[in-house]
């Protein structure tokens, strides 16, 4: 099967196959070629090109484009997307008053939805999550990271992680599946973290492992969560299960969760709202991605990841959604990138590398997503008639997205 795409008035994100992340200054380029045209074959990007140079091509299916932007779909390094039920009583109560902290520690917050997961059945939480993936791929993203973490029981766990992969046979979006049993201690283990750490390293880790049901290995550092210590040895028996690190940190502190996942060469670190002049620092010259969430900063009312500051110091920065019913329930990278623009200050080229290719990388596929590359995964975002790409942040909470596919194929 052969499509071509062609009158494309800009084709965004060109890039040369060697390309797997952009840093620093790099991030301000946004290679794009106009009036182009694209073609599709056997669910990859065969060729594209200026129409004035278009060759014969023998192809099946012709889309017409003219007006209208493509770009690579976007690349959601960060989402919880499989959990049970909503937290809406925890939002009213934050209008109301609390904090996301005081929710957190009269047993709400991640208890609340782990107590949720546990009451439901398998396949009902697999129809929840299959609502929820439908409506973000029908929002552009075409590569997913989903992550457990919403057991914190042996049974719970595996159950979430059966549903990520369930979801990654049925659906055409590319999806990889994060274990993050360490995302709170439950409360039988409240005054035992060893019992717990244990539960995790020893019964539930093996079990994982031999059914691969993950990708990566996670968890949360943070003040009355996961320490450092404790961070460090879920991190190490992760590695010696095959898992890569891929860390919640510096969401409410800096506590060294960034240099914990460095020691350990995680191929990310996700939330930075908080970030001392030495996190920063500590990031330089090393592989591991920084991750912001700004629907997650936008949502619980806390600072923004210092963009600005990271990227002058030449690091690379991705965005995510953090797709979560406590504190980012959207999963709209559109709201995201614009909400870099408006609130990180990041330009439209930035958010839209940090959305693409950088969030490839942050899931360790950017070889095969993530930009518009001959061989590369056609999954492509086609916008209504616009200006200009300037629109897909400025134009806030607009839907600009007319076409979606995945794998080359239509998906709505
Ligand atoms: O990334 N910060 C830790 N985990 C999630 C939120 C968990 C929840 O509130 O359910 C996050 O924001
Ligand atoms: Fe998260």
Redesign the pocket.
């Known amino acids: 099967m052969t499509t071509l795409i062609i009158n494309i008035k800009e084709l965004l994100q060109v890039r040369d196959s060697s390309i797997l992340k952009v840093s620093g200054a790099e991030m301000a380029v946004l290679p794009t070629i106009k009036n182009a045209f694209l073609v599709i074959k056997d669910k990859l990007i065969a060729d594209f090109g200026s129409m004035d140079n278009i060759p014969k091509i023998d192809n099946d299916k012709t889309i017409d484009a003219t007006g209208k932007i493509v770009l690579p779909s976007w690349c959601d390094s ?1 989402t ?1 997307i499989v ?1 049970a039920g909503n ?1 809406e009583q925890e939002f009213v109560d934050r209008i109301n008053g609390l904090s ?1 902290e005081e929710i ?1 520690n009269r047993g709400g ?2 208890l ?2 782990a107590k949720k997961l546990n009451e439901t059945t398998e396949e009902e939480i697999c129809q929840q999550s299959k609502t929820r993936l439908e409506e973000v791929m029908r929002l552009g993203t075409g590569a997913v990271e989903i ?1 457990s ?2 057991g914190l029981t042996v049974d719970g766990e595996l159950k979430m992680l059966r549903v990520i992969q369930r979801l990654a046979q049925n659906y055409p979006v590319t999806i990889k599946a994060t274990f ?1 049993g360490a ?2 201690f439950p409360l039988e283990f409240k005054e035992n973290h060893q019992g717990y750490i244990d539960l995790i390293i020893n019964e539930m880790l093996p079990e994982i492992a031999k059914n691969k049901l993950a990708d990566f290995i996670d968890a ?1 550092c ?1 003040t009355g ?1 996961f320490t450092v210590e404790e961070t460090q040895q879920i991190m190490e028996a992760g590695i010696k299960f095959g898992l890569k690190p891929k860390i ?1 940190v510096n ?1 409410f502190n800096s506590i060294g969760g960034i240099q914990a996942g460095i020691k350990y060469d995680a191929l990310s670190v ?2 930075l709202e908080v970030m001392k002049p030495e996190d920063i620092e500590a990031l330089k010259n090393t592989e591991t991605m920084p991750v912001a ?1 700004p629907s ?1 900063s936008y949502f ?1 009312s806390i600072p923004y990841t210092p963009a600005r500051a990271m990227i002058a110091a030449g690091l690379p920065l991705a965005l995510a959604t ?1 797709y ?5 329930p959207s999963g709209n990278m559109n709201f995201v990138v614009s909400t870099a623009c408006i609130k990180m200050k990041m330009t439209p080229e930035e958010a839209i590398n940090a959305a693409t290719i950088n969030g490839a990388y942050a899931m360790g596929i950017s070889e095969t997503h993530g930009s518009i590359t001959i061989g590369k995964k056609a999954n492509l975002i086609i916008t209504k008639p616009i200006p200009s790409y300037y629109q897909l942040p400025y134009a806030f909470g607009s839907n600009l997205i007319e076409t979606v596919l995945l794998e080359g194929e239509i998906f709505a």
């Open positions: 960060h919880h959990y937290r996301y957190a917050g991640i609340n939805s992550k973490g919403y993050l995302h709170a949360f943070e969560y919640h969401q996700d939330h969430l997650c619980l953090d979560n019913p406590g504190s980012t």
